[in-house]
């Protein structure tokens, strides 16, 4: 197994990324990815390139001798991405309405408060 592959691995693992949201984001092949990852196909430039980038990397990053792999802590958490194919225009809309509620989730929450205490007498 390459070094490139070994990192991958290694950030694949550490970063808990699926191969199946790899194979989603590069175009290759769940099987063919597999058969990379795990060293029984070679990988060309091209497959290295598409996964670096799909990784939000460059290549050079999966080549080096002192790789090191980012913590998780790294990063902050609203950057988590997930990939769930094209929505339909009904997910769009409830999409664009989870959007809002959270937007402004401490107006809703508060609101519920002052509810909760003008029914129980406490204001």
């Given at each position: 197994?390459?070094?490139?592959?070994?990192?991958?691995?290694?950030?694949?693992?550490?970063?808990?990324?699926?191969?199946?949201?790899?194979?989603?984001?590069?175009?290759?092949?769940?099987?063919?990815?597999?058969r990379?990852?795990?060293?029984?196909?070679?990988?060309?430039?091209?497959?290295?390139?598409?996964?670096?980038?799909?990784?939000?990397?460059?290549?050079?990053?999966?080549?080096?001798?002192?790789?090191?792999?980012?913590?998780?802590?790294?990063?902050?958490?609203?950057?988590?991405?997930?990939?769930?194919?094209n929505p339909?225009?009904?997910?769009?809309?409830?999409?664009?309405?989870?959007?809002?509620?959270?937007?402004?989730?401490?107006?809703?929450?508060?609101?519920?408060?002052?509810?909760?205490?003008?029914s129980?007498?406490?204001?």
């Amino acid at each position: 197994m390459t070094k490139y592959i070994e990192n991958v691995n290694a950030y694949l693992s550490q970063m808990k990324i699926k191969q199946t949201y790899i194979s989603l984001k590069t175009g290759i092949d769940q099987k063919k990815l597999s058969r990379i990852l795990t060293g029984a196909q070679d990988i060309n430039a091209t497959d290295m390139e598409k996964i670096a980038n799909a990784l939000g990397q460059k290549m050079e990053f999966f080549l080096s001798s002192s790789f090191c792999v980012p913590q998780m802590h790294d990063y902050l958490p609203e950057k988590i991405v997930f990939y769930a194919g094209n929505p339909t225009e009904k997910q769009n809309e409830i999409a664009e309405k989870l959007e809002k509620l959270m937007a402004n989730i401490d107006e809703v929450m508060s609101a519920k408060y002052r509810f909760l205490n003008l029914s129980e007498g406490k204001l």
